[in-house]
């Protein structure tokens, strides 16, 4: 009799609904097991941290919460952990940035379940995979010199940038302000001001921007 090996998934998504319908359609599987999952980071650090996962399934959007926090911590304390992005946002810079931090693939939500499954087994194995539609911009991304500082990284005052070094080093949202020595009332007005100045709609999408023009995450937020 063949052994086969079960593999372990962990589901992070902040909607709950759509985590327990995906951990039941991959629990159906004979190889897959979900034994958790998870709808914050600090939740899924702590299951993570207690018991790592063959394979972590991660949104990019955890409430008002990036993501790449969990992937860039987990990469750090867990490496043997395999990360999928499972995201509806389809921004090649994200999906770089994601690479990047350590994810061997990105699977759009609007994905069939079937071809998830695959993608899990792959991983799994230390495979990767990205859409085809997405490979060309990806490598384009990954192979192209950083963009000389832009006008608008210019414009920012010294805060706006601690702000955004902060968002780039990956730390949660609601430990900037204590980072930062400032009032969480504070850093929304830093935050809303240099989205205005980068004409930007996001603070991931400030973040690509930053990536983009040569910013990189401290030596400290690497350790």
């Known amino acids: 009799m063949v052994n086969v090996e079960i593999l372990q998934v962990m589901v992070v998504d902040d ?6 319908a995906l951990a039941a359609r991959l629990s159906n599987e004979s190889d897959i097991n979900v034994p958790a999952i998870a709808c914050s980071v600090d939740r899924a650090l702590s299951i993570v941290d207690a018991a790592p996962p063959t ?17 860039r911590a987990v990469r750090r304390d867990h490496p043997e952990v395999r990360v999928i992005m499972l995201s509806a946002t389809s921004d090649i810079d994200c999906v770089v940035e994601a690479i990047r931090l350590g994810a061997r693939a ?3 939500k609007s994905t069939e379940a079937q071809k998830l499954v695959e993608v899990i087994r792959s991983v799994a194995r230390g495979g990767g ?6 490979f060309g911009g990806a490598l384009d991304r990954l192979t192209h010199v950083a ?4 006008d ?13 070094q902060c968002m780039i080093d990956g730390i949660p949202r609601s430990e ?13 007005t830093h935050a809303q001001n240099l989205l205005a100045k980068l004409q930007c709609h996001s603070l991931l999408e400030a973040v690509a921007l930053a990536r983009r ?7 400290d937020a690497l350790l």
């Open 55 to 71: 394979v972590l399934i991660l949104d990019l959007v955890l409430g008002e919460e990036s993501g790449f926090i969990v992937l």
């Open 106 to 108: 990105w699977v759009p």
């Open 152 to 164: 608008e990284l210019k414009a920012l005052t010294s805060r706006e940038r601690q702000l955004l």
């Open 213 to 219: 023009s040569g910013m990189r995450p401290s030596a």
């Open 129 to 134: 995979w990205l859409p085809e539609e997405m």
């Open 15 to 20: 909607h709950p609904l759509f985590a327990e």
């Open 147 to 150: 963009e000389p500082v832009s």
């Open 176 to 188: 900037i302000a204590n980072r930062l020595f400032l009032s969480p009332n504070t850093v929304r």
